[in-house]
């Protein structure tokens, strides 16, 4: 069937605890949908006064929890390129002789290569969950999954497992520090990753949970990011992550003039949106780009005497170093992205721990993107209607999760993806995208080196765009501009195999990736 | 029918969603039960992205909510005797005629009198919650409620909502401080009232939920003790509570030999029970004796340079004094009792808000109590088997809440009641308790002015404190030395109509209360 956005889908899909196959959700609009009836139930558990729940290995807790083929197991990606767990825990599955596994990470890394031997010899057979880089790739050619895989952003992933879309038999969570009953956070301890809050749905919805640490310290642990009475095991390791890899080549300030003028103009064009007065939000995103232009706000915030009401991450050196100088009265952090985020969360009252579900549950009262002004976002490509795609790649492999960009996207007042029109030669604005991540009604402006581009449905930010003297084109004549020095992409050849769902934050089914045999 | 302890229960009793009766189930023992299947189901809900849930005033939240005849609405006690809400709203649901509510509070106080006018013009047919003075005393004597009263626990109470033996319509949360979008806190704002994560179980299972406050704040309102996710509709009033009142009478060291008396040999017990060493952890109640008790415990570490783990409470004056000397890593706090208690959860990042589910739910793997090496206990009665009544008094009057005491008693490695034996002329142990609200199986020690009785099942007690050369004597010994002081209450005649059942922790029915029809 084709989705509200003329994207072909299949008719049905994997779901629920089973498995069996159910009738497939079309996207129909990003606040299209009302979630009907109630949340999955959790499950009962008791334990006695004097039961310990401390287990010497991750043998024994997989023998302990009964994981089982055929089962599903989830992790949180806080340590993100510096990962050990995943790979520990599905050695020690393999070890098992546990078979066709199904993976529910919030998200992989490079660092996890080593699960593409997994899915070969069948340990893995299904992945729910983001896939950067080499599984993603694998996946794309064809990867020997038995299911499609699916992909959901930080908030539609808190959605699915409350609603019972994923149920998680047994939880893995890497925990930098944890007690003896199996209260957890991330900020401190030996190897601290910054808030592990991703796992904490997993912990309260999965049948079994299991905290894995490096550094088992006197009760309580605290904040009680994962609580003891979420936790059946307590397992500790020698490692479970570095946390000098969790900032990866994305975090750091851009050099390119071209870039550092894209971040001018958007900094430019929020200035000009009018919403940049006291109380302010904003998120800043984790792209060389994106950091640029949260920088140049921030000057513009000190130079007016602004004061935000928040800043939402991603937390950076950045939002760090603009709430210690007063430009924001808090941090709200869904994830901590370098060193000084992880001690800013231990030692700033108001830097925040913001949980998936508080950040952007589409099935909640309200979420943190909602409150949002502006949010600067990135992009592989983007089409004329504005759609936006971050996990595809124009030769059609699925190489990047949706981490919060549609959820940020759906929220902010102002969403500005901010991009290049071309990376090397290949175009970045295209006649339509190769995967929808976003629709273009989530986005509200598009700037790139050649100009700004305001979605029509936004006249009043075109309005005062103009005004304040911004190069406003349309995205056809941006394009029209950076096509003169496109070297045409080598184009996939795709086969009728779907190999990824792409669901938007409310469950329903946005676009399909299927696999890439050839490129012409 | 008949429970473990021999007493006397209704065979069914009004459950669930609907008040249809149920089989009651009847208690065998503190830790018999094991919880089967899964916790209720939330609600799902959902929000607009610009959608505004500010309300003018608690009328309109009614109409919003939809509260009308027969539906249960919930608030939490943590302003206890300074609380202006309960009477507000049940003032609010008279004069919009609503009838036959079932009021699910944590605990009525004395400044709930009101309560009383609403049951007898049927406002209010049903409570389930603890009733301190006059309600309870109003309910005593047969006063007009249409199914028995239900008392539970802390725990108990966190328990029940998540189990769904209650579902509340319509939650009702008074917030000190609020944000637009229903975060809301009870540390900060005009009015602080310390924790109100009371009422986070409401907030996620109430079909409806209700922030009301007298101090908006900008968002984002944090700690998050109540979500924006949860919360339905926000609503600014005058005046929520006043925090002046929340410490009452029982919170002052007692200044009467003979308690200091009783103080001086619990702390002596504690002393020779061997358990007073690093990562020591003790409940300090709110009584004058167990304050007192916990300060002679404090002098001990202090002496012996000892650092306990945590102290739990009721947080007061005196477990702030041993967080900042040292003497404790953390406090975890259940309800803030006094203003310096309020001060230091908001000021001092070892001082943490600790919901009833983390400490004392049965249905989870594990709580708080579980962990406790000693706890100071009260009573209005004990007896010969180690049975503790804190509900009634031996004239049959239904005056006190539970608390948390069966789930500290059930909790704590040693769980001592500190009494003493007269009450003016009034026996303290009797025969047989009134009421069971706490099985002798759960106590350990029984401290009286007149000597420290030591629970049969625990002879490796008894014996260090004989060694110790503490004044060991048997409960009957106690009792016979006491009983030649008495004068011979007042005995109640009760009726057949069961008033009120009290639930142990785990939902079972370990006592029922009776109809008080006079005295003897």
Redesign the interface.
């Known amino acids: 069937m084709k989705n509200v956005l003329g994207r072909e889908i299949p008719d049905t899909r994997p779901g629920g605890r089973g498995g069996i196959e159910v009738a497939t959700k079309p996207f129909a609009g990003a606040?299209a949908s009302?979630?009907?009836?109630?949340?999955?139930?959790?499950?009962?558990?008791?334990?006695?006064?004097?039961?310990e729940?401390v287990l010497p290995s991750l043998e024994a807790a997989i023998e302990a929890t009964g994981l089982c083929d055929g089962m599903t197991i989830s992790f949180h990606h806080s340590f993100r390129e510096g990962d050990r767990l995943i790979n520990l825990v599905l050695d020690a599955c393999a070890r098992n002789g546990i078979k066709d596994l199904r993976l529910a990470p919030t998200a992989l890394f490079s660092v996890h290569a080593p699960v593409v031997e997994h899915i070969r010899n069948g340990v893995v057979s299904r992945i729910e969950g983001s896939m950067n880089g080499p599984v993603g790739a694998f996946v794309s050619q064809g990867g020997a999954l038995r299911d499609p895989a699916v992909l959901r952003s930080h908030g539609g992933r808190w959605r699915a497992i409350e609603?019972g879309d994923v149920h998680i038999d047994v939880a893995f969570i890497a925990a930098p520090q944890a007690d003896r009953?199996?209260n957890a956070c991330g900020m401190r301890g030996k190897t601290p990753c910054g808030t592990i809050a991703f796992s904490s749905v997993d912990a309260q919805y999965a049948d079994k949970?299991v905290v894995v640490t490096n550094d088992l310290a006197?009760?309580?642990v605290?904040?009680?990011e994962i609580?003891?009475?979420?936790?059946?095991y307590v397992v500790v390791v020698d490692e479970i992550g570095d946390p000098e890899s969790i900032a990866s080549g994305t975090l750091r300030l851009t050099k390119s003039p071209t870039r550092l003028h894209i971040a001018r103009l958007a900094a430019d064009a929020v200035i000009a949106s009018g919403m940049l007065k006291d109380?302010f939000?904003f998120q800043g995103g984790a792209g060389g780009i994106s950091l640029a232009a949260t920088k140049y706000v921030g000057d513009a915030m000190r130079e007016a005497g602004i004061v935000g009401?928040?800043a939402m991450g991603g937390a950076t050196t950045m939002l760090v170093d603009m709430l210690h100088e007063g430009l924001v009265?808090?941090i709200?952090d869904g994830q901590s992205f370098d060193l000084d985020a992880i001690a800013s969360l231990r030692d700033d009252?108001?830097h925040?721990i913001m949980d998936p579900?508080?950040y952007a549950?589409?099935?909640?009262?309200?979420?943190?993107t909602?409150?949002l002004d502006v949010a600067f976002l990135g992009a592989t490509e983007v089409d004329l209607a504005f759609n936006v795609n971050v996990n595809t790649h124009s030769d059609g492999q699925l190489l990047h999760g949706i981490g919060g960009h549609q959820d940020v996207a759906?929220?902010a007042a102002i969403t500005m993806i901010t991009i290049p029109t071309l990376r090397g030669r290949l175009p970045v604005i295209v006649d339509n995208v190769t995967t929808v991540t976003t629709p273009g009604e989530a986005i509200d402006v598009i700037v790139t080196e050649r100009g700004v581009a305001v979605n029509p449905a936004r006249e009043d930010l075109r309005d005062r765009f103009v005004s304040a003297g911004l190069p406003v084109k349309t995205l056809e004549e941006i394009k029209a501009e950076a096509d003169r020095f496109i070297q045409p992409p080598r184009r996939p050849l795709f086969g009728d195999d779907v190999i990824a769902l792409i669901e938007w934050r409310d469950g329903t089914v946005i676009d399909a990736v299927r696999r890439v045999e050839g490129w012409q």
Chains 1, 2 share one sequence.
């Open positions: 606040f009302t979630p009907q009836g109630a949340k999955a139930t959790r499950p009962q558990k008791t334990i006695g006064r004097s039961d729940k609603a009953y199996g949970s006197p009760y309580p605290h904040p009680f609580q003891q009475g979420w936790t059946d109380g939000s009401d928040f009265r808090a709200l009252p108001a925040l579900g508080f549950n589409y099935d909640s009262r309200g979420c943190a909602y409150l759906a929220g």
